[in-house]
């Protein structure tokens, strides 16, 4: 059976063979010919395969189908901007644009509206209901900036929807910020358990009051040389018997010298301001 | 997030040292990244130990030299599938022979693998067992008949002029097959040393590094398995063959040591501002891997244990028994090379400024057991080559008379 399968090869080979003598050069060794056939069957195939497999226009751009980008290109847009909203619902535009929410569109809530500008009243885009579309920018995580609205969904109102409180169009909190806490939370922590829990914050930040509605816009003060330190820690310091109501005659502070004391560095290379280690 | 991964990514984090960016927390390039320069290093160098024999005219090696080739062809066939298990979709594979890209060194190692193993590698065994195959043919019976047929493409012709042009044909790959295994190995090099944001990695000295450490894993692997194959079929080690066998991996490693060593000492010339961190990994995460495996195990040990038992006048068990763990500890070594060129690569900071660490899966497809797998693979694939091409002089039909006494001393 296998000489039956095998004849046309044989054929060939005796065919080459013969063509080979006949031209009456040297014969070429029939290692050649085995290995020539495999190497073109390997050939044949790669040709075949590139024929069948490659896309049509791939190469054309760059490494890779050029025609990707022509389908991409026709695909139908899903979102339409916000300018689109503002032609039929100027009002709630208006209020969002002026208000915490400026920089978010329409459609980070509202889902993907083309359709809805295209056929107003036969597509209706998504109304968001429940915590969850707000607790994916406010939920809190430490990743995000300090000063970021945020709440731990267990703890803050649970159950109840965020709309019952809040205008999503304008989220202004329903009470203003008054406290530093509310946005500097671990360095209230801290400090509320240190030698200088007594002090507000302001003996030692000027904050101008626009920090609350702005806090990036107007950045309060920090100090920034020894001697601020010194008013109260010098050794020879007399520092002022209240201030800003607390009675400082009743506290121990610890003094040092400020000319010998930690050389040139300034205290808080060494101490953590908000919470000092010596008492 | 996939808890599961979440957890994971949580017992690195406690093991990060400094300040490193979020992405770098988990290596991205596994153990199977590590088992696959191990692979192709094994290829390369058994290759070159093979050609030794061909083209030098080193005949003491003549006992290992089909041996070699055949364990150049069993690594090379387990060699890319530790990449596809790690980027998945092994069925794409073949794309990047229709779409040839030269922009990309890692696409273009296709080419370089194809090239050495039908041009090279299969077609030095297939000129060299090719007279073998017809005889052993004339006398098969059953499976191997047909086995011995296929491979030797139907080939009839045992005349003193085609096993002539065999072993012209075996000669001239061979002469062409050098530097195509400096190539296949070179380029493994290549690839991390191209890798321009990695000061670990960056250095033109890498693929010189990794073609000294592919000869000497190849030399002392074809050392382990002609020590093994010879010891289970009870025949006598050929003494002559092993003590050759020695010295070259003796050689091989003082050149590899003394690269390593220019590199070192290159590095801490320059001083760049990679240097603290590059300190920090060797003597804190690498301290093992690095000082005490690869340095000392594994390079300086099987020095000091080759020459004491080359050239001194111990008994030729005694010599044997040191080959047999010089060599060992040399694989060890090498796997320890790769390790710490792979993982120790990824285990610091681009910021340079911090640490993290590799966590080995056990399952998984990336773990341990895949890893295993694939290291124990290329010995299954050799078992079942031995068995269709036996590599040993007493299977040939024209058989050189068995080693003498004296041959043996």
């Known amino acids: 059976m296998f000489k039956a399968l095998l004849k046309p090869i044989t054929d060939l080979r005796a065919w080459i063979r013969g063509w080979s003598g006949g031209l009456g050069r040297r014969k070429i060794p029939t290692q050649i010919i085995q290995l020539g056939v495999i190497f073109l069957a390997v050939g044949v195939g790669m040709f075949v395969m590139r024929q069948k497999f490659v896309p049509e226009t791939f190469g054309d751009l760059g490494h890779y189908r050029g025609a ?10 899903r979102y339409s901007g916000w300018q689109e909203c503002a032609i039929c619902h100027p009002d709630k535009v208006e209020t969002k644009n002026k208000s915490f929410h400026r920089t978010v569109s329409c459609e980070a809530c509202h889902g993907p509206a083309s359709d809805h500008a295209n056929r107003p009243m036969r597509l209706r885009p998504e109304l968001p209901v429940g915590r969850e579309p707000c607790l994916a920018c406010h939920r809190y995580l430490v990743s995000r900036p300090t000063g970021f609205p945020q709440v731990i969904e267990e703890r803050h109102n649970p159950v109840r929807a965020c709309t019952s409180c809040h205008d999503a169009h304008d989220p202004t909190p329903p009470e203003r910020i008054q406290e530093c806490s509310a946005c500097h939370n671990t360095i209230a922590r801290s400090k509320a358990v240190s030698p200088h829990a007594p002090l507000d914050c302001e003996v030692c930040h000027e904050a101008p009051a626009e920090h609350k509605v702005q806090p990036r816009a107007h950045v309060p003060k920090k100090p920034f040389e020894r001697e601020f330190c010194g008013t109260c820690h010098a050794r020879e310091a007399t520092p002022p018997e209240l201030i800003r109501g607390v009675d400082l005659t009743v506290y121990e502070i610890p003094r040092i010298d400020l ?21 | 997030m996939d808890p599961e991964h979440l957890a994971q990514l949580e017992s690195a984090l406690g093991q990060v040292t ?25 290829v390369a160098g058994a290759f070159i130990l093979a050609s030794l024999e061909r083209v030098f005219n080193v005949k003491e090696l003549q006992p290992t030299y089909r041996l070699a080739l055949l364990t150049a062809l069993a690594f090379l066939i387990v060699a890319p599938m530790p990449l596809q298990a790690h980027l998945g979709h092994p069925e794409r594979a073949f794309e990047i022979f229709l779409t040839p890209n030269s922009a990309s060194a890692m696409a273009m190692f296709g080419f370089v693998y194809a090239w050495y193993l039908m041009v090279v590698l299969l077609m030095e065994i297939w000129f060299d067992y090719r007279a073998d195959l017809v005889r052993w043919r004339q006398s098969d019976k059953g499976v191997m008949k047909l086995v011995h047929w296929v491979i030797s493409l139907g080939s009839r012709d045992i005349s003193p002029a085609a096993v002539a042009f065999d072993r012209k044909a075996v000669q001239f790959i061979t002469i062409v097959g050098i530097p195509s295994a400096f190539l296949l190995h070179g380029y493994v090099g290549f690839i991390f040393g191209s890798v321009k944001a990695n000061p670990w990695w960056s250095s033109v000295l890498m693929p010189i590094v990794f073609l000294f450490s592919a000869i000497v894993s190849g030399i002392s692997m074809v050392l382990l398995i002609y020590y093994v194959t010879t010891l289970l079929r009870r025949k006598a080690l050929d003494m002559k063959c092993l003590n050759t066998l020695a010295s070259f991996l003796l050689y091989t490693l003082i050149i590899d040591l003394s690269l390593e060593a220019l590199d070192f000492i290159h590095r801490l010339y320059e001083s760049e501002e990679s240097i603290e961190i590059l300190e920090q990994l060797i003597f804190g995460k690498l301290f093992l891997s690095l000082t005490i495996v690869q340095i000392l195990l594994g390079t300086i040990v099987p020095i000091v244990f080759l020459a004491a038992a080359r050239f001194s006048e111990l008994p030729n068990e005694m010599k044997r028994m040191i080959y047999f763990v010089a060599a060992v500890l040399v694989q060890v070594g090498i796997f320890s090379t790769r390790w710490n060129v792979v993982i120790g690569g990824q285990l610091f900071s681009k910021s340079l400024r911090g640490l993290t660490a590799y966590k080995l899966e056990f399952g998984g497809q990336e773990g341990l057991l895949v890893a295993v797998g694939l290291l124990v693979l290329p010995f299954v694939i050799l078992a079942l080559l031995l068995k269709i091409l036996p590599p040993w002089e007493d299977a040939t039909t024209d058989p050189d008379p068995e080693p003498s006494e004296a041959q043996l001393t």
């Open chain 1, 68 to 77: 990707a980008v022509a389908a991409n290109a026709a695909l139908e847009p």
């Open chain 1, 259 to 279: 000319t010998t004391h930690g050389g040139t560095f300034v205290c808080w290379q060494c101490h953590y301001q908000h919470s000092p280690e010596a008492r």
């Open chain 2, 18 to 42: 400094g300040f490193i960016y979020p992405n770098e927390v988990e290596l991205h390039w596994s153990i199977l990244i590590v088992i696959y320069p191990y692979l192709t290093g094994l």
